[in-house]
C-alpha cells in the first residue's frame, strides 16, 4: 500500500526566508504528483504536478522537484512571503483503476512577517 | 469557469438521518470522486468513478452510496449518518483514465458534524 509522508509537519520561519518542503513515497510506481496548498478551512488548491518522466515543475517562486527512484519530492518556495502560510499537501497517483490519489499529511507553513 | 462546486458547505445532522453531498463540475471530466479529510489522517479516498453510470469503491466506503447518472453530477448519500463520519468532505475530478499524467480539481469542501 502506497505510504506518503511529509516532513517537517509544521514549519515557521521569517519572511524572504528560502525554503524546502519534503515529501517521500514508498512505492515508486507512481503516474504523478501533486502539490496543493489548502487554506484554513478551504478547499485544495494545485500548485504543481510532476508526471513520472518529470524531474522537475517550476510556476512562479515555486519549484518542484521529483525523484521517482528514491520516492522523494521537494517543494522550493523562493522569497517567502506571509501570504505563503498554509498548509502544503503532497499527493501521488499510483494508477490503477481507482487511480485515487494518496496524500501526506501535510506541512503547516507560518511564515512571519 | 466554476471548477468544482460542492453543496452544502456546512451541515449539521443528528445520529441516523440521511443526506445527500452535492458536487457538480463543469470541465467536462470523466473521472470524479470523493474524499474525507480528519485531523491526522490526512485526506482518504471514499468512492470514484471513471465516466457515468461507473461507481467503485476507494478506501473507507462504508456508511457512503454514490452514483453518477450525468458527466457533470456525482452526489454522494450518506444513509444514517453517525458520529464517525464527522469531516470535511472534499470532491475531486480531473480527465479520464486515458489521460492518466492529469491535474487533478479539488471542491471547497463540506464541513459535516454528526451529533
Known amino acids: 500500500k502506497q505510504e506518503v509522508t511529509q516532513i517537517p509537519a509544521a514549519l515557521s520561519v521569517p519572511e524572504g526566508e528560502n525554503l524546502v518542503l519534503n515529501c517521500s513515497f514508498t512505492?515508486?510506481?507512481?503516474?504523478?504528483l501533486q502539490w496543493f496548498r489548502q487554506d484554513p478551512g478551504k478547499g485544495l488548491t494545485s500548485l504543481l504536478l510532476?508526471?513520472?518522466?518529470?524531474r522537475e515543475q517550476t510556476s512562479g517562486r515555486l519549484n518542484a522537484s521529483l525523484d521517482k527512484s528514491s520516492g522523494r519530492s521537494t517543494l522550493y518556495i523562493a522569497a517567502s512571503q506571509p501570504g505563503d502560510s498554509a498548509t502544503y499537501l503532497c499527493?501521488?497517483?499510483?494508477?490503477?483503476?481507482?487511480?485515487?490519489?494518496?496524500f501526506g499529511k501535510g506541512t503547516h507553513l507560518i511564515i512571519q512577517p | 469557469n466554476a471548477g468544482v462546486t460542492q453543496t452544502p458547505k456546512f451541515q449539521v445532522l443528528k445520529t441516523g438521518q440521511s443526506m445527500t453531498l452535492q458536487c457538480a463540475q463543469d470541465?467536462?471530466?470523466?473521472?470524479m470522486s470523493w474524499y474525507r479529510q480528519d485531523p491526522g489522517m490526512g485526506l482518504r479516498l471514499i468512492h470514484y468513478?471513471?465516466?457515468?453510470?461507473?461507481?467503485d469503491q476507494g478506501e473507507v466506503p462504508n456508511g457512503y452510496n454514490v452514483s453518477r447518472s450525468t458527466t457533470e453530477d456525482f452526489p454522494l448519500r450518506l444513509l444514517s449518518a453517525a458520529p464517525s463520519q464527522t469531516s470535511v468532505y472534499f470532491c475531486?475530478?480531473?480527465?479520464?483514465?486515458?489521460?492518466?499524467?492529469?491535474?487533478?480539481?479539488f471542491g471547497q469542501g463540506t464541513r459535516l458534524t454528526v451529533v
Open positions: 512505492d515508486s510506481a507512481i503516474y504523478n
Open positions: 470541465m467536462n471530466h470523466e473521472y
Open positions: 510532476i508526471q513520472s518522466s518529470q
Open positions: 499527493a501521488v497517483s499510483s494508477g490503477g483503476g481507482a487511480d485515487g490519489l494518496t
Open positions: 468513478s471513471v465516466g457515468a453510470g461507473i461507481t
Open positions: 475531486a475530478s480531473k480527465r479520464g483514465l486515458t489521460y492518466l499524467n492529469t491535474e487533478a480539481f
